[in-house]
């Protein structure tokens, strides 16, 4: 997965907003390479925020509009685990999206500390590479 710095900062920043676990959407190009082009900041529905999360449908599907304009894709989705580790629990390898992207953010008293990404694969959630880098690459209609 190919991230833009800027992107990390918005990740690591939603995150801190505050104790319940926090969510967005991830939209981009999924092939060749993962490559976030937005992060799409949504509301947690779920009745229980502290340990649990339910992205508002509203969000998703204008991020799904948004995205098929632009020509791209959702890539995955992210979610903040509060005081505990980016690493996906049994829950999040249930509801996984078959081949999309599931990002964890690590934050422990209420400051992101890092990040995973994970693959939906045979109903497994696989570790996936993460890049950081500087700017904004060029997607492949732009290249």
Not at 28 to 42: F, K, L, M, N, T
Not at 59 to 67: F, I, K, N, P, V
Not at 93 to 113: C, D, M, N, S, Y
């Amino acid at each position: 997965m190919l991230l833009a710095r800027h992107q990390l900062d918005m990740l690591f920043a939603h995150a801190a907003t505050g104790s319940t676990e926090v969510c967005g959407i991830l939209t981009g190009r999924a092939w060749p390479g993962v490559v976030v082009e937005s992060v799409i900041a949504a509301r947690n529905v779920h009745p229980q925020p502290q340990r649990h999360f339910l992205l508002d449908a509203a969000t998703l599907l204008q991020a799904d509009h948004a995205a098929r304009v632009r020509g791209h894709t959702i890539i995955g989705f992210y979610h903040s685990h509060p005081n505990g580790l980016a690493l996906p629990s049994a829950l999040d390898h249930r509801e996984a999206w078959p081949q999309l992207l599931t990002v964890i953010i690590a934050v422990e008293q209420g400051r992101p500390r890092c990040l995973s990404a994970w693959r939906c694969a045979d109903t497994m959630l696989q570790p996936e590479p993460i890049e950081i880098h500087a700017g904004v690459m060029p997607l492949a209609a732009e290249a």
